[in-house]
């Protein structure tokens, strides 16, 4: 089984909807990112959390939102999705430790919104 | 916001050369940088980690230098085959800043 999962993989919906995309990890790691990646703008990160009471908004948090259920999972919200949201999502983990701070993303989520 | 530019942005290489990907930030504080891969539609995965401490690391064909005076890193790929075709990213400040990658395409 993947280290880090991510559901769904692919979704389509509607301008105005609320859309949650979920992560989950089975590394134990404490730091867990949502990034959203678009097209000549590269790796853009939305939100970042050290750990299940740590909560830090990244570059481009506006329009979103993040929920840490546990240190394994890591939900990212769209309340009212718009077409410019649309991009391929990826979440990520990492080690607590600063010198070894590697990083593992999951698959990703492609999002749609039309 | 600190700034991560990767030149060049593509390369297109025969089979078999050597080359380089650069990095450039624009914060010399000590922080770790690290070189992603990333495979059309797919993840990143991560390839080498090099700690403030650290000047380079090495894997396999791949070698990353790091140069926190001048802001730079790079990226050393020997004898590069097809399969290394992918988008290369680098990452500075515990990945919070990722650059925009290299595209690289690796011909037969």
């Known amino acids: 089984d993947a280290d880090v999962t991510q559901t769904p993989r692919n979704r389509i919906t509607k301008t105005g909807k609320r859309i949650m995309l979920e992560c989950s990890q089975t590394k134990g790691h404490d730091r867990m990112y949502w990034y959203r990646q678009d097209p000549g703008l590269g790796l853009r990160l939305i939100y970042y959390s050290f750990d299940v009471k740590d909560i830090n908004k990244g570059e481009i948090s506006d329009g979103y939102s993040v929920s840490r259920q546990a240190q394994a999972k890591f939900s990212l919200s769209l309340e009212s999705a718009i077409p410019n949201q649309t991009a391929l999502y990826f979440c990520?983990?990492?080690?607590?430790?600063?010198?070894?701070?590697?990083?593992?993303f999951g698959p990703g989520t492609r999002l749609t919104v039309l | 916001k600190q700034e991560v530019t990767q030149i060049p942005a593509a390369l297109s290489v025969p089979e078999g050369e050597n080359l380089v990907l650069n990095c450039s930030f624009t914060?010399?504080?000590?922080?770790?940088l690290q070189w992603f891969r990333q495979d059309p539609g797919k993840g990143l995965t991560s390839l080498l980690l090099?700690?403030?401490?650290?000047r380079e690391q090495t894997s396999g064909r791949l070698n990353a230098s790091l140069d926190k005076s001048s802001g730079r890193s790079t990226l050393y790929i020997a004898a590069s085959q097809p399969g290394d075709s992918a988008t290369y990213l680098c990452?500075?400040?515990?990945?919070?800043?990722f650059g925009k990658g290299t595209s690289l395409l690796v011909t037969p």
């Open positions: 990520a983990t990492s080690d607590q430790t600063f010198s070894t701070d590697t990083q593992y």
């Open positions: 090099i700690q403030s401490s650290q």
């Open positions: 914060d010399s504080a000590i922080y770790n």
């Open positions: 990452a500075w400040k515990y990945a919070l800043n």
